[in-house]
């Protein structure tokens, strides 16, 4: 069993930068492509990055390329994400997810195993 717990999000103004975590259970992040969602309540999960385990290639939304960055630690089995320039348009709650297939694809389907999600919010 994978299990994921995120941390990191909290309240920022508009412009400023958040890194948030998913630590992962022993071996996870070695094998499993993970990704981060966003993740609003009463709606569908919509893809916002993901990073491979077979060759590390990463792929983002079109809305966070150049602004969001995807990074994986295997050492401490934690997977980030880096949100620079964020703005309103960004709060949400951001969960993060593990796919035993190692696509990393945006379908939330693929994925396996979810965290239970952290808050980010962004002020004006």
């Known amino acids: 069993q994978v299990q994921l717990v995120e941390s990191g999000g909290g309240l920022v103004r508009d412009g400023d930068s958040l890194r948030l975590s998913c630590a992962a259970s022993?071996?996870?992040?070695?094998?499993?492509?993970m990704a981060w969602f966003r993740q609003t309540p009463g709606k569908r999960r919509e893809f916002v990055a993901s990073i491979r385990w077979s060759d590390s290639r990463t792929y983002y939304a079109t809305s966070v390329q150049g602004r969001f960055s995807i990074s994986r630690d295997n050492t401490k089995n934690t997977v980030y994400l880096q949100m620079n320039s964020l703005g309103p348009e960004n709060t949400d709650v951001y969960s993060c997810?593990?796919?035993?297939?190692?696509?990393?694809?945006?379908?939330?389907?693929?994925?396996?195993?979810w965290g239970q999600g952290t808050q980010v919010t962004v002020s004006s």
């Open positions: 997810a593990a796919d035993s297939d190692d696509s990393g694809g945006y379908d939330a389907a693929e994925y396996e195993y």
């Open positions: 022993v071996g996870t992040t070695g094998r499993y492509a």
